[in-house]
């Protein structure tokens, strides 16, 4: 599944191509994503002009002077980068092509993706105003972490995967943070110290700034908009890496699992 620092290397892979281009037309073969894909699409962007492509959380948001398109990548989904001859294949669902004669094409398997407008400011949409903030932020930090978990009887793994209390922490990041951090998953958040916090917080920004310039991390079909794989698979510490020595102090690498996601760590290396 695409996380965000998936998300941010496509936001990378496909701006070059369309910030300050008209689109000429938009291609809707299968609606029936995640949420539908917003009627008479074609009519609201053909003309219009993005200006900027910006990231929130896993949303991609191709900005206009009307308006903002909303895009998430879903389970399975990833957008190319083509010329618009290029022949659609059975899961390509959306087509942006525009006046420079470049294609961004979505292609989701699974359908849990979408394609939406909206006129509303991105912080007022309903997908988004209730996030939190961004990890690479300033406004995410060790203090925050610290006030946020206190009185949190869950896991502080399934806490900081909770998009309200910061965006992007997905399973693989999650793990590879609190193993950096020697915090273990199972650990009550109520229970974090403010040195954990510190600790913590830093590493969720270290691991996901690696992951970002490792352009992602693919275990399957993750693909970035030039079709590249991601490369942060090869620096993982114990994600997927179950009965592996630790790299650090070569204890077995264990799994359980949390909220019904695979969780690995080092149970020498990371502390109650």
């Known amino acids: 599944m695409p996380e965000l620092p998936e998300v941010e290397t496509t ?36 003309g219009q002009t993005v ?9 991609l948001l191709l900005e206009t002077d009307q308006g903002n398109l909303l ?11 083509l010329s618009e001859a290029t022949p659609a294949e059975k899961h390509d ?14 292609t989701d398997p699974r359908r849990f993706g979408a394609v939406l407008w909206t006129e509303l400011k991105p912080t007022e949409h309903p997908l988004i105003k209730h996030l939190g903030p961004e990890p690479l932020s300033e406004e995410f930090d060790g203090k925050y972490l610290f006030d946020r978990s206190r009185k949190r009887q869950v896991s502080i793994k399934t806490f ?7 965006v992007g922490v997905g399973n693989i990041y999650a793990s590879e943070s609190c193993f950096l951090a020697g915090v273990h998953p199972q650990l ?4 974090l110290t403010r ?28 693909r970035d908009s030039e079709g590249k794989p991601g490369y942060f698979a090869q620096e993982l510490f114990v994600y997927a890496r179950q009965n592996i020595d630790c790299r650090q102090c070569g204890h077995p690498i264990e799994m359980i699992r949390q909220a019904n996601r695979a969780t690995y760590f080092c149970p020498i290396c990371q502390k109650r």
Do not use: C
């Open 11 to 46: 936001r990378k892979g496909i701006a070059p191509y369309v910030e300050g281009q008209t689109v000429s037309q938009v291609i809707v073969r299968d609606s029936r994503l995640r949420w539908p894909v917003t009627d008479d699409l074609n009519n609201i962007l053909v």
């Open 51 to 59: 200006t900027a492509v910006k990231r929130r959380a896993k949303y």
């Open 71 to 81: 895009m998430h990548l879903g389970m399975s989904g990833r957008l190319r980068v």
């Open 93 to 106: 669902h959306v087509d942006l092509q525009f006046a420079n004669g470049m294609t961004v094409r979505l």
């Open 160 to 166: 900081i995967m909770n998009a309200e209390v910061v």
């Open 188 to 191: 009550t958040a109520g229970r």
């Open 195 to 222: 040195k954990q916090a510190d600790h913590l917080a830093d590493s969720i920004k270290t691991v996901l700034a690696k992951a970002i310039a490792a352009g992602g991390t693919t275990l399957r079909d993750f």
